[in-house]
């Protein structure tokens, strides 16, 4: 499964191509790449009503289902990621993807 073409634009920052999804778990926004990636760690569905549907690929499910497709969440490739608050001294969390608002 891939995107619909229709439904792809352009990050605003990087201009790279992704998709607008809401997460399943609180429906917030969150810009997935276009590009299926077997590295993703999220997995992208298109809902009945057209609107794209994300989720995190968890240890406790882990299966990537008819209809859905693993992706890249886009903050953890975008090539200009907004600005951090704290400018030294953080580490970065790799403890999955944290459901940040994008927008503004
Ligand atoms: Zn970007």
């Given at each position: 499964m891939k995107p619909p073409p229709h439904r792809i634009t352009a990050?605003?920052?990087?201009?790279?191509p992704i998709v607008w999804c809401l997460t399943s778990a609180n429906g917030r926004r969150q810009p997935v790449d276009a590009e299926p990636s077997e590295e993703g760690n999220v997995a992208v569905s298109s809902g009945a009503d057209g609107i794209l549907y994300v989720r995190t690929v968890t240890a406790a499910r882990p299966d990537i289902k008819p209809g859905e497709w693993q992706a890249m969440p886009h903050h953890a490739t975008c090539a200009f990621p907004p600005p951090r608050r704290?400018?030294?001294?953080g580490q970065r969390s790799t403890s999955g993807v944290r459901p940040v608002p994008w927008q503004r």
């Open positions: 990050c605003r920052r990087c201009h790279a704290s400018s030294s001294g």
